[in-house]
């Protein structure tokens, strides 16, 4: 297996744009996991998925930030508009439906808002 | 607040010498307690997991204890290589149907040849 796929790897935008992450979990895999980590704050589950329907979005900031799923294979995470405060890496993550299952995650994306 | 406090400064070490990493939390009960391992430009790769009941579990050359009374995991690297310098992290999991981990913010290791 591929692992977790993120893409893109490296982004970089305007103030006001609007940015969209993708995530591929691995296949089987029934939680899917968006993370957002800084310097300052560490690792911080924006939200999570069971079987493609959104259970905890308590850590998404702000209506600027939405996250979907609409098939087992596929996730994006949007901001809209971006801001320089956004800026951080990004991580996708996945794993399996019993409990005490470890996380598996992606290479991340490395997002500058300018 | 629930916090989590991994030891800030980050840790050198010469070669062939023991690592030893704190995790400290409070105001939590968690039911798990994960640690990964994080190089730079790449996600975090899980290592162990311990169990609230369980008070040491090993893997090879890493051994983590858990000691709910003084709220504190210890994670231990033996016979260090510079291959184990890295960025260590831990996770805590209250257990159950909820999934989301609490992270410490991580502790840096270089281990020096």
């Known amino acids: 297996d591929a692992g977790v796929i993120q893409s893109p790897r490296h982004e970089v935008t305007e103030m006001g744009q609007e940015v969209t992450l993708r995530c591929k979990p691995i296949s089987g895999h029934d939680y899917l996991f968006w993370y957002r980590q800084t310097m300052m704050r560490g690792l911080e589950l924006l939200i999570y998925f069971n079987n493609n329907v959104p259970i905890d979005d308590s850590g998404m900031p702000e209506d600027r930030f939405s996250a979907k799923m609409p098939n087992a294979s596929f996730s994006t995470l949007k901001i809209q508009p971006s801001e320089p405060r956004d800026s951080a890496v990004y991580f996708c993550a996945s794993s399996l439906p019993s409990s005490q299952e470890t996380q598996y995650f992606g290479p991340g994306t490395r997002l500058l808002v300018l | 607040s629930q916090k989590i406090e991994q030891n800030s400064e980050a840790l050198n070490i010469q070669e062939g010498k023991t690592a030893t990493l704190t995790c400290n939390y409070t105001?939590?009960?968690?039911?798990?307690l994960q640690w990964y391992r994080q190089d730079p430009g790449r996600g975090p790769v899980f290592l162990l997991l311990i169990r609230e009941n369980e008070k040491e579990k090993r893997k090879e050359r890493l051994k983590v204890t858990f000691d709910t009374t003084l709220k504190q995991s210890l994670f231990h690297i033996t016979a260090s290589q510079p291959a184990d310098s890295a960025t260590y992290l831990c996770?805590?999991?209250?257990?159950?149907?909820?999934?989301?981990?609490?992270w410490g913010l991580g502790t840096s290791l270089a281990v020096n040849p």
């Open positions: 996770a805590l999991d209250k257990g159950g149907n909820n999934r989301k981990l609490i």
């Open positions: 105001n939590y009960s968690p039911a798990y």
